[in-house]
């Protein structure tokens, strides 16, 4: 008995049901085969605060895509699913919770805290996977993994003793980036550059002893507290002779020297820069070089320290007001400038953050960064498109040592102690070592890794290194690394150096970069336009696979998308199409209609052209996935579906399906079956259902096998042939159009041609159904008077005038028509040559009017020609 679809189709009908089954029977969940090709791909670990958005949905859809057509193609086909704990996200999110219960994490401790995270974790961190599942994404979910999991910390532990034995991670003071709002060093790459408002304020700096003073400017004020020198060029003959000597800092009356530094730069400013070591990564190296004092000014909250009582306590802003009201009425500020300039911020909170000196743990990257450099170079990894190696090449080439501590306490714990009696250091496995130098007691270092440390272990973490595992072995390295180009900084490229110095291998052989979703005027969704989509929403009103069609139609790798409602109902529309067509279908066939095609014998024209353009779509749809074109793909499928097969195939076909010719059916229920395989990967709920009505082979098209381009099936002569006759029946369409022909008057139609391959008896009904024609003659030479004469492809043809119009009323309404263009036109040519309005009118309008005259002209020929021809 045949399946039954319901008349309209209702996505949340079938979608639930349809993701539970398959996650029942297994088919995301490879088995080791080493039999097979593999292929596989780890998931971006969504963040467990994150709730499904647009970004998510377009990264998804296009690695799912890809997976999909692995499956079907015959790999051992693994795409590895986790969450990321997210260390300075979540435990911001538990901070807030506790603040409204007039709780901090210091009332807590951190066993208390850690307990609460755990907790919340459990609560709402896999929100984002059920989330995930909604849009139909095929994971291994039996392999799930979360960046804190005892596997994944485990390789991270022992990432950090190997990096330290071997030189590469150390402790020291240096200049960070610290965020006052989230309380913690981040590193270079979670600094996003905002151009913010400022001034630059000019300083006198008295010399000691008289005689003047040095100039000096700043953007931070604040920050002089600070200073612990001036420094000028050394060729700088304005200043050789204050080398040594000594200036006064206003405000704190402190002597600071004035040195001899190249930083100071002879054709920049007065050539006099203050230097304040602890507060600025330039100054910095100057005090080294210099071995000046460090003097810390700010707090971690970023006020003012208690070493300086007047400004004690004050926001590092509200002290720069006092601090420049304070040098003005001191006679010290000399100018204000304005000024525009490029303000690091904190990329999870858009705090601007704070360079400060402070004692963190960091990994030296120039080792690092040279083999991860060659891997893209030599090719053995490729990023799609080509160009955003550029941008691979250029953080990797100017990159500095990575800042890996984080002075939170949700994340992977430092594996470093320190003897309490001592002082010794030592990282270990042990997680309560005895100090190995006195026997003392040994405290851990209470900071956590960056949350990147441990992603950039993903894809060999989660497949059990530093174990060789079956996983490990089978599906590592991983193909494809789906991602947006934001992040090639903060995770592609800490992910290819791991891989290569703990795996010596590349992680994985292609980086496939799309872009951002953004909205229909193209601009970024943001909470503050109020232009957000969410993508669960569309799931609930249109279904998982108009989401997935409208994200994957005309996506290119590397460019941003628009997302608009219309491309929302064009895909709410191509799915009612499918559904539709599936539906007629099922109608015309016989219970014992088998899957497969009849010998190529029995098979009509049109049977040969739509199976031969289905064997070549599928080569060329197959061809497009392989290079990552998949809005190229789709677009194929897409015009295949609803013009092809829908608006030509079927309406050839109608006539024999409806005396139920046996070989008709079979025709199209295989094409249409296969087709649902091609388009399966993009839109995997519909096609599934509708597969499982049709004629078929296997028990779900997830595991069905991919339609491959077969040479028997290729028929080129019937493929030309049907070219050649659709190209006329729309040619036939267009004229009777331009003349207001009805379809339902229907004319004689003569064919003149000498290709009777595409034009024969076997075709003259093509014409009487879909060009509205009586009565259908074929001659190979001749011509017929007072007749529409079209010329098309291989043919000329013609229809009685008397046929398709009332002579009398055309005439008429050309002759209308033509006084009107004469008026036109005179009125154009009059305002054209008219010296005032050309001297006085913009240039575009004159271009306009001269566009105006030229259509008129060209429509007033062709009513005379008409009106010739009748």
């Not at 610290?178 to 550059?193: G, L, M, Q, R």
């Not at 001036?230 to 704190?252: F, M, Q, S, T, W």
């Amino acid at each position: 008995m045949k399946k039954e679809l319901a008349k309209t189709y209702d996505p949340a009908s079938i979608e639930d049901k349809l993701y539970s089954l398959w996650c029942e029977k297994g088919y995301f969940t490879p088995k080791v085969d080493h039999s097979k090709p593999h292929y596989s791909i780890v998931i971006p670990p969504p963040n467990i605060t994150g709730q499904l958005h647009m970004g998510h949905a377009l990264d998804n859809t296009l690695q799912d895509i890809l997976i999909r057509y692995k499956r079907m193609s015959g790999y051992g086909t693994l795409w590895l699913p986790g969450t990321d704990h997210a260390s300075i996200a979540t435990e911001a999110k538990i901070v807030e919770a506790m603040r409204k219960e007039g709780l901090t994490k210091e009332d807590l401790g951190r066993e208390g805290f850690l307990e609460r995270a755990w907790a919340w974790k459990e609560q709402y961190g896999g929100r984002i996977i059920e989330q995930l599942k909604k849009i139909g994404s095929s994971c291994d979910w039996t392999r799930e993994r979360f960046t804190l999991d005892e596997g994944c910390s485990r390789a991270v532990r022992e990432v950090f003793l190997r990096l330290y034995n071997k030189g590469l991670i150390y402790r020291g003071e240096r200049i960070i980036n610290w965020c006052p709002h989230c309380k913690t060093s981040i590193s270079n790459a979670e600094v996003d550059y905002a151009e913010q408002d400022s001034h630059f304020w000019h300083i006198r700096y008295p010399l000691v002893g008289g005689g003047g003073y040095v100039e000096v400017a700043t953007t931070r004020p604040e920050t002089m507290l600070g200073d612990t020198a001036v420094a000028v060029n050394p060729e700088d003959e304005r200043y050789k002779h204050l080398i040594g000597k000594y200036c006064l800092l206003p405000l704190v009356g402190r002597r600071i020297p004035i040195v001899a530094d190249e930083h100071a730069q002879l054709d920049k400013g007065t050539g006099c820069v203050k230097i304040t070591p602890a507060h600025d990564p330039n100054d910095f190296e100057v005090g080294r070089r210099q071995k000046l004092p460090m003097e810390v000014v700010l707090t971690a909250d970023a006020k003012i320290t208690e070493n300086y009582p007047k400004y004690a306590g004050m926001d590092r802003y509200e002290a720069r007001k006092a601090i420049v009201n304070d040098l003005q009425e001191g006679g010290w500020l000399c100018e204000i400038e304005d000024l525009k300039h490029e303000v690091g911020t904190c990329y999870r909170c858009g705090t601007t953050i704070e360079p400060m000196i402070s004692l963190q743990w960091f990994v030296k990257m120039e080792p690092l960064a040279k083999p991860a450099i060659e891997a893209v170079r030599d090719g053995r990894i490729k990023f799609v498109p080509e160009r955003f190696d550029k941008n691979y090449f250029h953080w990797m080439e100017n990159t500095q040592d990575w800042c890996i501590s984080r002075q939170l306490w949700w994340g992977h714990r430092i594996p470093a102690f320190y003897c309490d009696k001592c002082g010794e250091t030592v990282v270990t496995l042990d997680e309560n070592p005895v100090c190995p130098k006195c026997g003392g007691h040994m405290t851990q270092d209470p900071d956590t890794l960056d949350t990147w440390f441990s992603s950039a272990l993903w894809p060999f973490s989660t497949m059990g290194w530093p174990d060789i595992t079956e996983d490990l072995k089978y599906f590592y390295p991983t193909n494809t690394l789906v991602t947006g180009y934001d992040i090639i900084t903060f995770w592609v490229s800490r992910m290819i150096f791991s891989a290569l110095e703990y795996t010596d291998t590349v992680p994985f052989d292609t980086v496939l970069i799309h872009g951002l979703v953004r909205d229909a005027q193209g601009r970024k969704m943001s909470k503050s336009l109020g232009n957000g989509i969410d993508p669960l929403e569309i799931i609930d009103k249109y279904g998982a696979d108009a989401l997935r069609f409208a994200l994957a139609t005309g996506n290119s790798p590397g460019n941003d998308m628009r997302f608009s409602d219309e491309k929302i109902e064009s895909a709410r529309n191509f799915n009612n199409k499918i559904w539709n067509a599936a539906r007629f279908v099922m109608m015309k066939l016989d219970e014992d209609t088998k899957f497969g095609l009849p010998d190529a014998a029995q098979l009509a024209t049109e049977d040969k052209w739509i199976i031969s353009t289905f064997n070549r779509i599928a080569k060329e749809v197959t061809e497009n996935l392989d290079k990552y074109e998949l809005g190229v793909a789709l677009a194929k499928l897409y015009d295949f579906v609803w013009d092809i097969f829908c608006d030509w195939y079927i309406e050839l076909a109608k006539p024999r399906l409806n005396e139920g010719d046996k070989v008709a059916m079979q025709v199209i229920a295989y094409v249409f079956s296969q087709t649902m395989k091609l388009l399966h990967p993009f839109m995997p709920f519909i096609t599934e259902e509708v597969w499982q009505t049709l004629p078929h082979e296997g028990e779900s098209i997830v595991i069905s096998e991919w339609p491959a381009f077969d040479p028997a099936l290729d028929f080129p002569k019937e493929e030309a042939a049907m070219a050649k006759i659709i190209a006329a029946i729309r040619a036939i369409r267009n004229r009777r159009a331009e003349m207001n022909v009805p379809p339902s008057k229907k004319a004689s139609l003569l064919i003149v041609t000498s290709d009777s391959d595409s034009f024969n008896d076997a075709t003259k009904p093509f014409f009487q159904k879909l060009a509205y024609s009586s009565e259908v003659s074929i001659a190979s030479q001749g011509e017929l008077a007072n007749a529409v004469q079209i010329v098309s492809e291989g043919c000329t043809l013609y229809i009685p005038l008397s046929d398709v119009v009332d002579t009398e009323k055309e005439t008429a309404r050309l002759t209308k028509e033509k006084e009107r263009l004469h008026g036109e036109i005179d009125r154009i040519e009059r305002k054209l040559s008219n010296p005032g309005f050309v001297a006085k009118a913009p240039a575009a309008v004159i271009e306009g009017e001269k566009e105006k005259l030229a259509k008129y002209r060209e429509m007033l020929e062709a009513t005379e020609a008409a009106l010739a021809q009748l």
